[in-house]
């Protein structure tokens, strides 16, 4: 046998890309699957399938014809149910098919944070209907934001203000709800300081965390990254705390090996003190987790392969100055191509671009990705951008 282990990829999208490439360098064997041909991560790995990831029926005869070692989900809309049936018929998922089926409905972390491991978290409710919106926004207060319970990449997310904006809210979060659920979740509205991404690893000899990543949002979605974040010990400590806890409970049936994005928001207080609120949880890569690929000797991806595949990983990891800027497209296109790289790594020596090779162009999809490295996370911010901005998508006219 030529390879280490077979992959299953399930979603091949930019990180399922950078994973590939990890595992491969590690000597893994990937199958690359999604629900259309030529995706990011399809053109690096070993073979191919296409299919919808909540078809079961299809889920299962992918496994069935690769008999992989591992089967790796990519993204949150996948037959949840099916992974908990391929477990209990002793194929791996990882990390676990508790961890794929708790984390791909926020309404099932939420509770598992809140009310079985008492995390700490923002004031929350569920609603099936826009008369159960206003009794939850009337008891937790505005503002809020409202979520679909199953959504991506902040798809249907948005600020509540007051009352008038509350029907726009729900039906903007059920029309872009993952899924047949029209459920949503809306939050207290947090007036934090920052947020930060804490990149945690669950492995064979225990539990790594990379330093911080601070991340700023638009629309629900990461624009720009940088590590090191800024953070007290106090505030560090007690977000290591939550992560490892938060991440042991997603064990399950499996071994729960694997890199974890568990993303927190931190209020400063006047005393200089901060609190930390459990936010979100990824059990796998995580978009904000990209400027790894400048910052640390062993990226995200490099990380999730290891702790996977069973392979050492290191107790701590450090991290260089750098940030990510994302490259989006405007809109709709199938025939598009990109100008000003040169412009972009000419700004500084340190400054690259990863193009993510997607076949379509969408309103605000993620088409690449500016990295940089500087003397401070700061300065890596403002290189970074200035290069994403230097990216150009040419469109062509005639295409739809």
């Known amino acids: 046998m030529s390879h280490i282990a077979t992959i299953l990829l399930l979603g091949s999208g930019e990180l399922g890309r950078e994973f590939v490439i990890a595992a491969k360098r590690l000597g893994a064997r990937v199958i690359a699957c999604d629900n259309y041909d030529n995706a990011p991560a399809m053109q690096m790995a070993d073979g191919r399938e296409v299919f919808s990831m909540l078809d079961g029926a299809a889920l299962r005869a992918a496994v069935e014809k690769h008999r992989p070692d591992l089967i790796v989900p ?5 037959r949840t149910e099916m992974l908990a049936e391929l477990e209990r018929d002793s194929w791996r998922v990882v990390p676990s098919a508790r961890a ?3 984390t791909m409905n926020r309404d099932a972390i939420r509770d598992l944070a809140a009310t079985e491991l008492g995390l700490v978290t923002s004031q929350y409710g569920y609603a099936e209907s826009l008369a159960q919106a206003h009794d939850v926004a009337t008891r937790i207060g505005y503002p809020l934001v409202m979520k679909p319970v199953m959504s991506s990449s902040g798809k249907g997310q948005s600020k ?3 009352a008038a904006a509350l029907e726009a809210a729900w039906a903007y979060a059920v029309a872009n709800m993952r899924g047949d659920r029209a459920r949503v979740i809306c939050e207290q509205f947090i007036a934090f300081d920052y947020e930060i991404t804490l990149l945690t690893v669950r492995h064979a000899g225990g539990i790594t965390f990379c330093p911080p990543i601070g991340h700023r949002q638009e629309r629900g979605d990461y624009r720009e990254s940088w590590q090191p974040a800024a953070m007290s010990k106090g505030a560090l400590a007690k977000a290591q705390e939550m992560a490892a806890k938060v991440v042991m409970a997603l064990q399950g049936s499996g071994r ?3 890199l974890y994005g568990v993303e927190f928001f931190v209020v400063r207080n006047a005393d200089g003190t901060e ?3 459990f936010s979100e949880l990824s059990p796998r890569p995580h978009d904000t ?8 000797d062993l990226n995200e991806f490099d990380l999730h392969a290891r702790a996977i595949l069973g392979l050492p990983v290191p107790d701590a990891i450090i991290a260089r100055p750098a940030a990510s800027a994302v490259i989006l497209a405007d809109r709709d296109c199938d025939t598009f ?3 000003g790289l040169v412009d972009a790594l000419a700004i500084a020596p340190d400054v690259e671009v990863r193009l993510f090779g997607k076949p379509v162009t969408r309103p605000w999809r993620r088409m690449g990705v500016a990295l940089a490295r500087a003397d401070t996370a700061a300065a890596a911010v403002d290189l970074a951008k200035q290069a994403a901005q230097a990216v150009r998508i040419v469109y062509s006219p005639n295409s739809d």
Not at 289 to 296: D, E, F, I, P, R
């Open 256 to 258: 729960g090996w694997g």
């Open 289 to 296: 987790g990209m400027v790894t690929l400048a910052s640390q």
């Open 100 to 102: 794929a089926q708790l």
């Open 74 to 78: 990519e993204i949150e809309a996948i």
């Open 275 to 277: 609190d930390v609120i």
């Open 160 to 162: 509540v203000d007051d």
């Open 337 to 339: 191509t990109f100008e």
